[in-house]
């Protein structure tokens, strides 16, 4: 967690999240009181901790890496949008709104694979709950043919088997198969677990919901086990 997010964590009165993510947070909020909702309940969390502010509460609602990449930050401003509730502004009845910054999963799993978002890359996610599956395909396609380091959110569920190997299908037709391609289960975590492969056996890796898929563009290589994409010193200047 950033500095900033624990501090927030210990001035709050309530504390709203997955359950799952208060969990892994126990020895820092401790005795707080706490909201919890299961997997989808995004909707019903964010509702809880709107009440509980009006209801003159400082709340902390948590996420998973950062609030503000597929997250909960977005979903809480749209909803008082909707709603017509005043933010930051000292409206009688209104808010104040803080969006924190973490450290998201991307930016975690480059870390422990080495330097692979160094150039230009794109973000993903494989999970078409919110996002039609045409739209998805889309914008794999035009980020393989652009040659961009390609970052996978939500790559594979119980109930989404299939979408990972429609995306490796999708990147081939712009990558080699020997493209390198890094895997990073429970980031940070316990469970954190990290698998270097080629393009071309992705379908065999084993990837689930706590997986970020990271695919090399052109330019991307292995040394020592780690993954590297050159940002273009090397051409212009001499090293």
């Known amino acids: 967690m950033s500095g900033r997010a624990c501090q927030v964590l210990e001035a709050c009165d309530i504390v709203v999240g997955y359950k799952t993510y208060l969990e892994l947070i126990k020895d820092v909020i401790k005795d707080k009181q706490t909201l919890a909702t299961g997997m989808t309940r995004e909707v019903d969390r964010v509702q809880a901790a709107i009440d509980a502010a009006l209801g003159g ?31 930051n502004t000292g409206e009688q009845g209104g808010l104040w709104v803080e969006v924190v910054p973490g450290i998201p999963a991307l930016a975690a799993g480059a870390a422990l694979l080495g330097a692979p978002l160094t150039h230009d890359f794109a973000a993903v996610s494989l999970s078409d709950l919110l996002t039609p599956w045409e739209i998805i395909e889309k914008r794999l396609d035009a ?4 040659d961009f380091v390609i970052t996978i959110y939500n790559p594979k569920s119980k109930k989404r088997d299939w979408q990972l190997n429609r995306a490796m299908e999708i990147i081939l037709k712009h990558r ?11 980031a940070m975590r316990d469970n954190q677990k990290i698998v270097l492969c080629a393009l071309k056996d992705l379908d065999k890796a084993e990837v689930g919901m706590q997986s970020i898929v990271i695919v090399g563009n052109s330019s991307t290589f292995i040394y020592n086990e780690l993954m590297i994409t050159p940002r273009g010193y090397s051409k212009k200047y001499e090293i």
């Open 57 to 87: 509460h400082c709340c902390a609602l948590v996420s998973g890496g950062d609030a503000g990449i597929y997250a909960m930050a977005g979903l809480v401003l749209e909803m008082l949008a909707l709603k017509k509730i005043a933010c």
């Open 143 to 146: 980020a393989a043919f652009a």
């Open 176 to 186: 080699a198969g020997t493209t390198p391609v890094g895997i990073v289960t429970g």
